[in-house]
């Protein structure tokens, strides 16, 4: 491929995958002039997952896959410059309390002293309260009774929303074309001729053309409605709230680790405006329509976001309610009358092995699929750009082109490998909303 000639659209480009294949573009050599970005919201799209004030940052060793591009992330946090500021090295306390959990965190401790990569230097097995109040002293001993932990060095936070603003910042800097609103909101391919075949753009849903050699559509969880992905995907939402805290209070709490129970939630210290985001931990909602994406016959039933952005008055299950109190009052008891704000949900895009689908589009030359982030990519926003070029470019390693191929039928998206299947907005008590019954909503 002739990088310097080559136009590339990246749909979605306003979020995670897609603004980091826009930056990996513009590192390849590709002209800013040829590089176009989409999106529904300008950089960081208000819709997108990664708008967020902040991520998990952990190494995940569920295969080799995912052990290297943890190890590449971890990287290009510490050291590109783009990212540098945005990483906040604190620390990850990964904890557990019940027999099941236990055993699951001896298990994923194991495999990282087992890795080869010199993580048994930098995760430390704490056996009981004790170990972990030396490690996080402000939680509370009574609340943390028989549990268990690994400390991990090279785990923290990442301040996500100002990171992909990072990104666009530089995308405007250097010129690259750009599409919001109506004129970025995805609504067909363009192929050459009548028949489907060989892609030559896209069209946006004002009418808008946009033609290109490249179509990448990087949409997060919005893509299983924009386009069929054959059930691959199943796009569900998670919740979380925050709580506001004073300069006295949010002082002592200055660089702490970050704090997860797989079985109540996790939190993060607060930022620079003393705001703590607490979430608790479940298997996410669905929310299942008839919904026709672009290329289907007929309307299916797909589970289709709403976008907490195009409708600010919604709120969260009653459910949600009770389990973001109990972390909060579990991990900050001290603070357990203290009011959430801004709870919303935010909307991933689960696999059934818990892999991207990361590949081009069967049937659809040129027109390339990014998405499957199964609610663990966006640590990957300094690297995972650069493999998608590598896709466009024919040069994508043989073992991350299997595990992210086309992969319809090889399990169960709903479920994934969550411990339950996701439930569905439409049976969860207290999620008020201005849907009326039958419509669907974006």
């Not at 669905?286 to 919604?314: C, E, L, M, N, W």
């Amino acid at each position: 491929m002739r990088r310097r000639s080559t136009t590339v659209i990246v749909v979605g480009g306003g979020g995670t995958i897609g603004s980091s294949t826009a930056l990996h573009l513009l590192r390849a050599g590709y002209k800013p002039e040829h590089i176009t970005v989409l999106d529904t919201y300008p950089i960081p799209s208000a819709q997108s997952a990664g708008n967020d004030l902040n991520k998990i940052m952990g190494i995940r060793l569920r295969n080799e896959v995912d052990l290297q591009l943890s190890l590449e992330a971890r990287d290009g946090w510490r050291t590109d410059e783009l990212f540098k500021p945005y990483f906040h090295n604190t620390g990850r306390l990964d904890c557990a309390h019940t027999e099941a959990g236990i055993k699951g965190l001896k298990s994923a401790y194991q495999a990282l002293l087992d890795a080869g990569e010199g993580l048994e230097e930098t995760n430390i097995w704490l056996d009981g309260e004790e170990d972990i109040l030396m490690r996080m002293p402000l939680l509370d001993q009574s609340q943390i009774r028989g549990w268990k932990a690994v400390f991990s060095e090279d785990g923290g936070w990442l301040a996500a929303a100002k990171a992909i603003n990072a990104i666009g910042d530089h995308l405007r800097e250097r010129g690259v074309n750009f599409g919001f609103g109506g004129a970025g909101t995805f609504a067909q391919t363009i192929f050459n001729g009548e028949g489907k075949g060989k892609c030559m753009g896209v069209e946006t849903v004002d009418g808008t053309r946009y033609l290109a050699d490249k179509v990448v559509l990087a949409a997060g969880a919005w893509t299983p409605s924009l386009v069929d992905l054959q059930d691959q995907c199943c796009s569900k939402a998670w919740v979380y709230a925050h709580m506001q805290l004073s300069p006295e209070e949010a002082a002592p709490y200055k660089d702490t680790p970050v704090v997860y129970n797989g079985d109540i939630g996790f939190f993060f210290e607060p930022n620079e405006n003393g705001i703590i985001k607490i979430c608790d931990e479940f298997p996410g909602f669905t929310r299942f329509k008839q919904h026709q994406p672009y290329g289907v016959d007929k309307p299916k039933r797909i589970s289709v976001p709403r976008s907490h952005a195009k409708h600010p008055t919604d709120t969260i299950p009653d459910a949600s309610e009770k389990t973001i109190r109990r972390a909060r009052d579990t991990f900050l008891p001290k603070f357990k009358d203290r009011p959430l704000f801004n709870q919303s949900l935010c909307w991933c895009t689960d696999t059934a092995d818990a892999a991207l689908l990361i590949c081009e589009y069967p049937g659809w030359s040129n027109f390339y699929i990014a998405s499957g982030d199964s609610g663990h990519s966006f640590k990957l926003l300094p690297n995972i750009g650069k493999h998608v070029v590598e896709l466009l470019e024919g040069r994508l390693a043989e073992d991350l082109k299997e595990a992210w191929r086309w992969r319809p039928g090889i399990g169960n998206a709903l479920k994934s490998r969550r411990a339950a299947p996701a439930k569905d907005l439409a049976d969860m008590p207290g999620w008020k909303n201005d849907e009326h019954h039958g419509s669907v909503k974006l």
